[in-house]
T-cell receptor
Framework: DAKTTQPNSMESNEEEPVHLPCNHS???????IHWYRQLPSQGPEYVIH???SNVNNRMASLAIAEDRKSSTLILHRATLRDAAVYYC??????????FGKGTSLLVTP | EAGVAQSPRYKIIEKRQSVAFWCNPI?????LYWYQQILGQGPKLLIQ????????DSQLPKDRFSAERLKGVDSTLKIQPAKLEDSAVYLC?????????????FGEGSRLTVL
């Protein structure tokens, strides 16, 4: 499995943008980049995914490097409810999600 | 739309006892997954079903864990006998499509404590 590297933790102020980095230097051409997050005492929830182009949805934006060896999840205005563990996952077609340890995001008022 | 339902939410057992967890996926979702999440770690895939067939159970400790998905809908995960290291949250997820793009929907999980 291709691996991802994320910082263990990050901190942000409320209402400021947050950029969560992910390195995946061994990504293959067919791997999709998925982001999930896990709020305390809940199951993970889908945030966004992409292959090559940058993606936007109501929750976040995903910026993918041109060589696809890294990506960044962007939360445009962090709220206290965004405090969670964020997982960056490479997904082979036909395979399940393999989670790493993720980045624990702390949002302070 | 109803989400993924799991029960029980909490279970405490003694080591060497058995336990079973139940999952009802989102209606119409063909793919069902069981994950184990130990405190401080990310979820680890135990088994993946497509309808009622097993797609991947390579990380399922088959000497003590078993899972079934009869009729391609509900699923049960059983542990017998339980060990201390089985203390974890057991997460069930489902998706409507396989492949690399299908979104997984997770339940709230079943927290197991083995004493």
């Amino acid at each position: 499995d291709a691996k991802t590297t994320q910082p263990n933790s990050m901190e942000s102020n409320e209402e400021e943008p947050v950029h969560l980095p992910c390195n995946h230097s061994t990504i293959s051409g067919t791997d999709y980049i998925h982001w999930y997050r896990q709020l305390p005492s809940q199951g993970p929830e889908y945030v966004i995914h992409g292959l090559t182009s940058n993606v936007n949805n109501r929750m976040a934006s995903l910026a993918i490097a041109e060589d696809r060896k890294s990506s960044t999840l962007i939360l445009h205005r962090a709220t206290l409810r965004d405090a969670a563990v964020y997982y960056c996952i490479l997904r082979d077609p036909g395979y399940a999600l393999n989670f790493g340890k993720g980045t624990s995001l702390l949002v302070t008022p | 739309e109803a989400g993924v339902a799991q029960s029980p939410r909490y279970k405490i057992i003694e080591k060497r006892q058995s336990v079973a967890f139940w999952c009802n996926p989102i209606s119409g979702h063909a793919t069902l997954y069981w994950y184990q999440q130990i405190l401080g770690q990310g979820p680890k895939l135990l088994i993946q079903f497509q309808n009622n067939g097993v797609v991947d159970d390579s990380q399922l400790p088959k000497d003590r864990f078993s899972a079934e998905r009869l009729k391609g809908v509900d699923s049960t995960l059983k542990i017998q006998p339980a060990k201390l290291e089985d203390s974890a949250v057991y997460l069930c997820a489902s998706s409507s499509v396989g492949g690399a793009t299908g979104e997984l929907f997770f339940g709230e999980g079943s927290r197991l404590t083995v004493l």
